[in-house]
């Protein structure tokens, strides 16, 4: 077949991607032809100011300079190595995750954040002895069959799990879609109900369902009751890690001590696929057999570029940068949305902000008005994404953007919201 070397416009490259490619959506934004910082382009031509960061994976910005030299650099040498080998990349790249959490941690070397979240579930049955696992309704940990049932997405249930007996799920702390439920009562009842569960799993901030969060003593309830049951605490860092929040890792802003934290999406800065499952070190005697190897986990393709980007966040200071301008953002947003019709709230923790929308019932907006109004936006250059379970808008930039670029893009959107009519 002859490929025509005319570029194509994005909506024939969408075109074609649809007769060829299944998905679960057929909504797409986006023909993407390249990126730098926080700015990505489409095959027209146009620009557009990103608040996605590939959800949460481009931290470091796209195609980061530093990042892209060392692909090049690794390439030439080794970019593949079998995972029941070692290479140099990967001792050091564990030796460096200990060192951010603490020298009782070791990790296993995975390569997505479904598979991270898989794993954390096998280790923790295996070391408990027991079954049962808690999720909260709403959560999204992955596409595997392990990670899907471990989500609380009633979507998941019946056709792919007819029995769920050993998964039960708590409503996530969103005091207004739950009705001002005692969070800390029902999470206490359910760690301690019989039979004891092997594990809770968790968020420090649950992304995909709105940027949603609990108090301190939420955090601080299920850390006592797990302590005291026996139940190990798995934290979700998938979508939260490596400086997203103004910490390296979002479970550090709560007085909770997670056993074992799963991490991928900017490990890597989106350039190789990489996940790891950090563990406390007794529960590493769990870890046996072929069920825990991975073909390419933590190749030294990945390493090279997990070793820059956190070297980017060290440099770059990108952890104060996101606590800084999430600061900024939240206050503008909020001096400028004070009394719109439709924004029930403005919350997030560095820069991973929602911006929640109801309708004048007090409900969540339909996912038609949130399509409307995120093309909108991306007509007018800024490309956003948003949950349907809360009807929130996510603005998740690379933690490289500008002060400015987020102030034009945050100008843009309050505009937006102020001239909803629904």
Wanted: aromatic share 10%.
């Amino acid at each position: 077949m002859i490929l025509s070397k005319v570029p194509l416009l994005s909506n024939e490259f969408i075109e074609r991607d649809k007769k060829s490619i299944v998905r679960p959506t057929t909504n797409i934004p986006l023909a993407i032809k390249g990126g730098i910082g926080s700015k990505i382009y489409d095959f027209d031509g146009r620009e557009y100011i990103d608040l996605t960061s590939g959800w949460n994976v481009v931290n470091t910005g796209w195609n980061h300079p530093k990042i892209i030299k060392a692909l090049r650099n690794q390439n030439e040498t080794l970019s593949y190595a079998p995972p029941w080998c070692t290479h140099q990349g990967k001792v050091e790249m564990a030796e460096i995750m200990k060192t951010l959490f603490d020298d009782n941690f070791k990790v296993l070397c995975g390569t997505t954040g479904s598979e991270s979240v898989e794993t954390a579930l096998k280790i923790a049955r295996l070391a408990t002895g027991r079954r049962k696992i808690i999720g909260f309704t709403g959560a999204y940990h992955g596409g595997t069959l392990g990670s899907m049932l471990a989500s609380g997405l009633s979507e998941f249930k019946d056709i792919f799990f007819p029995q769920i007996e050993y998964h039960c799920y708590v409503p996530l702390p969103h005091y207004q879609k739950n009705n001002e439920k005692d969070y800390l009562s029902i999470i206490r009842n359910t760690i301690l109900q019989e039979p004891k569960p092997a594990a809770i799993i968790l968020e420090p901030i649950f992304t995909n369902p709105g940027i949603i969060y609990g108090s301190a003593d939420f955090y601080l309830t299920i850390n006592k009751v797990c302590k005291e049951s026996g139940t190990l605490i798995i934290m979700d860092e998938v979508g939260t890690g490596f400086a997203r929040t103004g910490k390296m890792f979002g479970f550090e802003h709560w007085p909770i001590q997670p056993d074992i934290v799963c991490l991928s999406k900017a490990i890597s800065s989106g350039a190789v696929p990489m996940a790891a499952t950090l563990m406390r070190s007794e529960l590493a005697n769990s870890v046996s057999g072929a069920g825990f190897s991975y073909t390419f986990g933590w190749t030294p393709l990945a390493c090279a570029v997990a070793k820059s980007t956190l070297e980017i966040i060290n440099e770059e200071n990108l952890i104060e940068r996101a606590k800084f301008l999430g600061g900024f953002a939240k206050s503008f947003l909020e001096q400028h949305l004070e009394g719109c019709r439709y924004v029930t709230d403005i919350r997030g923790l560095g820069l991973e902000i929602g911006i929640e929308l109801n309708n004048d019932l007090n409900k969540p907006l339909s996912n038609s008005h949130m399509d409307h109004l995120t093309l909108n936006l991306r007509d007018r250059g800024v490309f956003i994404e948003y949950s349907n379970y809360t009807s929130t808008l996510l603005l998740m930039p690379p933690l490289v953007i500008e002060e400015n670029e987020l102030r034009q893009a945050l100008n843009i959107i309050i505009e937006e919201i102020s001239s909803l009519n629904l």
